[in-house]
């Protein structure tokens, strides 16, 4: 993922989700050791949702190989997901999926679209450690 705030936007994309999952560190008084706590995470009003991202393609100086790379842009949490993490990837509403792609948009428009969810747009609840373990290969 990359932050914000030192965006240049090269080739715009979406990367669509639903829902998402999101670890935080979390200190339990019977361990010494914080262990990642699972979270899901969904939009309250709708069935997906639509992070940002870019992408590029460029040559590997060592082998000459065309490598095809994304990142998703993230921002600080809102306040739905920020007693879960610091930072979260940005979620594009509908109506601004056209200015994302806009070749002739304002480099400073599109950053304005880059904050966080607006707050009681997201529900988020604690589900079971087997989502973070690629063992489990079952619908729990």
Do not use: Q, Y
Not at 88 to 107: K, Q, T, Y
């Amino acid at each position: 993922n990359v932050r914000i705030e030192p965006l240049v936007v090269n080739i715009a994309l979406l990367l669509f989700a639903s829902p998402s999952f999101v670890l935080n560190l979390h200190r339990d008084e019977r361990s010494p050791h914080p262990v990642h706590l699972p979270h899901w995470f969904h939009p309250n009003a709708g069935a997906f949702l639509a992070f940002p991202g870019l992408h590029e393609h460029w040559h590997s100086k060592e082998t000459g190989e065309l490598i095809e790379s994304a990142t998703v842009i993230t921002t600080e949490a809102s306040c739905d997901l920020a007693d879960i993490h610091d930072r979260m990837p940005v979620i594009l509403p509908n109506e601004a999926w056209g200015r994302w792609f806009d070749p002739g948009a304002d480099v400073e428009d599109l950053k304005a679209l880059l904050a966080p969810a607006p707050t009681g747009s997201l529900t988020a609840r604690i589900v079971s450690s087997c989502v973070n373990s690629p063992k489990h290969d079952d619908l729990e």
